[in-house]
């Protein structure tokens, strides 16, 4: 890896990517790892990345992504910070229905496993450090685009410029690559937020996640290594200041009320963190000699817990494309080759966001019709073994027409 301090100069690289945040660093990776040249450009340090305060929030990563993860060379550095997901126990409120996830009946692993993000930018940086032939350019924001049919140029604000034959946009929701290239973007609010704390309990987890649709939204008690949690409690937007401004005392009092006592007594440690929450995808994933991925291509409601298994899903199929298309002598920025990412990805996208989205407006709300259908579907999901394993399939990943990093193996 080198740490590049720009100057004023032109610099090429077969890949420039904007975002150094968890896919745009895993994209960077995946693409050092099968021969490209590639650039990262972020405007934060990495101190700030990798700080304590700057994201509270853990992922579940499914089994499919810690395959890819474990291929390119990164998941050594994360997997003694990870906790495996075995179970997963949904339940609607307080009905006595409930679906009950097991990796036993799959018999190959866990379904996921748990990370808190700071760890995983953490490993994503010490693999980058492992790699020659990533550029990093940290501290650098970008003040100019221009893509030709033939190359993309990015001018920084430092005066330097870097050349490439394809630009990633990896700069999340608010990309301002893909406001660059005017791709339009559809949006709806859920008027909720997401809030994110940690908590320590008396009694162990066991591995096991739980999911609880509650009239305000999914409220979700994930595993963490040791006898600690990740809650993600969403909760309507105009509640959240109320619960954001109660003190340690009332906020713990609350939150132990909302888990219970099965773990034993809980307390939260480090802070807490109210995200938004909102359904956004972008009408195009590429462009000439651009493609954006991750959130800057769509973000997706937490209820699932697969919105940053789908932006490393769009680096997995990518590095697979750009790689095949390279091998054969084609032009990996041509747009014949973006083509072939762009259908790939969008397919897979559509079924995963309708999912989140639909889950979402059927759970969260008290309406006693719906909720007696949805405990009727509960309850059949959970008689019957085939439909289980299913689900339990598309949580781990492993549904669909896999890139061959999400099966464990580099492209070539």
Excluded at 23 to 42: E, K, N, P, Y
Excluded at 98 to 112: T, V
Excluded at 149 to 174: F, N, T, W, Y
Aim: aromatic letters at 6%; hydrophobic letters at 40%.
């Amino acid at each position: 890896m080198n740490s590049s301090t720009t100057s004023h100069k032109r610099l090429s690289f077969d890949v420039a990517i904007v975002g150094g945040g968890l896919v745009g660093l895993t994209a960077a990776i995946g693409l050092a790892r099968h021969g490209f040249d590639v650039a990262v450009v972020d405007k934060a340090p990495k101190g700030d990345l990798t700080a304590v305060e700057y994201d509270g929030r853990s992922s579940a990563l499914a089994y499919a992504t810690c395959r890819m993860l474990d291929a390119l060379g990164i998941w050594k550095h994360m997997e003694p910070f990870s906790q495996p997901i075995n179970e997963i126990r949904v339940s609607d409120g307080p009905s006595l229905m409930h679906l009950h996830f097991d990796h036993k009946a799959l018999g190959d692993g866990p379904l996921g496993h748990m990370v808190e993000n700071r760890h995983t930018r953490l490993a994503l940086y010490q693999r980058v450090e492992e790699l020659e032939n990533i550029h990093l350019f940290l501290e650098e924001s970008v003040s100019s685009i221009d893509r030709t049919p033939d190359s993309a140029a990015i001018q920084l604000a430092s005066g330097a410029e870097i050349s490439a034959r394809l630009l990633l946009g990896a700069d999340g929701r608010g990309s301002m690559v893909r406001k660059n290239a005017d791709i339009p973007i559809s949006t709806f609010e859920y008027q909720q937020h997401g809030i994110v704390c940690s908590i320590e309990h008396d009694i162990s987890h066991q591995g096991i996640a739980h999911e609880r649709f509650l009239p305000s939204g999914p409220f979700a008690i994930l595993p963490l290594t040791g006898n600690r949690s990740s809650l993600v409690w969403t909760e309507k937007s105009h509640l959240v200041d109320t619960v954001m401004q109660l003190s340690d005392r009332a906020f713990q009092a609350e939150v132990q009320r909302r888990v219970g006592d099965f773990l034993g007594n809980v307390t939260p440690v480090g802070g807490r963190w109210a995200y938004p929450l909102s359904l956004q995808y972008a009408d195009n994933y590429t462009d000439t000699r651009l493609v954006i991925v991750g959130d800057a291509a769509h973000g997706i409601h937490p209820i699932a817990g697969q919105g940053l298994n789908l932006g490393l899903r769009d680096v997995a199929a990518l590095v697979q494309v750009i790689t095949d298309a390279n091998t054969v002598g084609l032009d990996i920025g041509s747009n014949q080759t973006l083509d072939t990412y762009s259908r790939w990805r969008h397919a897979d996208n559509a079924a995963l966001i309708s999912v989140t989205d639909i889950l979402n407006r059927l759970f969260s709300n008290d309406v006693s019709v719906i909720r007696m259908a949805r405990d009727a579907g509960l309850a059949v999901v959970e008689q019957i073994p085939p439909l289980k394993n299913f689900f339990m399939s598309h949580a781990r990943g492993t549904i669909g027409e896999l890139p061959k990093l999400l099966q464990g193996e580099l492209v070539r």
